[in-house]
């Protein structure tokens, strides 16, 4: 099962959260799977992408195709009915930004095989990294009408959550009750914990990501928004202490570091908060809240 991601548009420019949760804002993302579809079925074919879920690509790149995929497209030429070259080239355009593109060529496959589950979700997952949710929530339907994947599921569930769609619920309670153990229980907690900060229940959010914790103690997103809970009613104490012990789970978490001097910050103590922005940058150099922090502090 694939790790579910949560990802929240940061700050404004003087620093303060923007408001649609509170004064956060989240975005959940399933990790991509491209499905390669096979005469009665499909396999997945193993095609990861970065924690930040291309975030640095939400609008259409227009530069010129590299190399390999102007490769790609000429063995699609070639060999027109080849589902898995097509697949192989619906990949490499997701990932270098060019949707449409993805999308037209998933359009073609989907037009020969309406009937595919891999193929709705592929599409899906296209749509939803462009930025398209109501897309993504279509096709990822199409997928389940066919087949109730735990996938298509988790990825619809995502993005319910991230609409205050309390069909959200339902979508997660069906991949429970296929009982596929502890790493599928955490996603189902996390999200249902981020649907319910969404829609206000701070109670509840707690406890689902809790469970997450309980279920995957390495789960960092869930300490993130479990923190961030207490970050937006300004118990930056609270807050801090989550942040602190995700920070002794993952040394190496760059967030972990960066909320803690996003805590100091807000409680006035400057050099510390300086220290923590300036670690979380070690970590991860294109954090650029973190940047933002220094420049709001003066360095």
Known sequence: MTRIQAKRNWEGENGEFLAEYGRGHYICVMKKAVGVIALFGFMTLNTGCGSNGKEEQQTENNDALPAAVEKMQAAVKQKPDSTGLRLRLVDMLDSIGHYKEAAAEMDSLLVKDSSNYGLWFT???????????????????????????????????????????????????????????????????????????????AAAALEQFDNCIANNYTYMEAYIEKGMLYFDRKEYKQAMEVFRFASTVNTLYADAYYYQARCYEMMGQKDSAILRFKQSLSLDKGLKEARAGLKRLGE
């Open 123 to 201: 599409k899906a997952q296209v749509l939803e990294h462009s930025g398209d949710t109501t897309g993504a929530i279509k096709g990822y339907s199409n997928a389940i009408r066919i087949y109730a994947a735990p996938d298509a599921l988790l990825s619809l569930a995502n993005l319910y959550a991230e609409k205050k769609d309390k069909r959200t619920l339902d979508a997660l309670a069906t991949v429970q009750q296929m009982r596929l153990g502890r790493e599928t229980d955490a996603n189902c907690a996390f999200i249902a914990g981020v649907y319910y900060a969404r829609t206000g229940n």
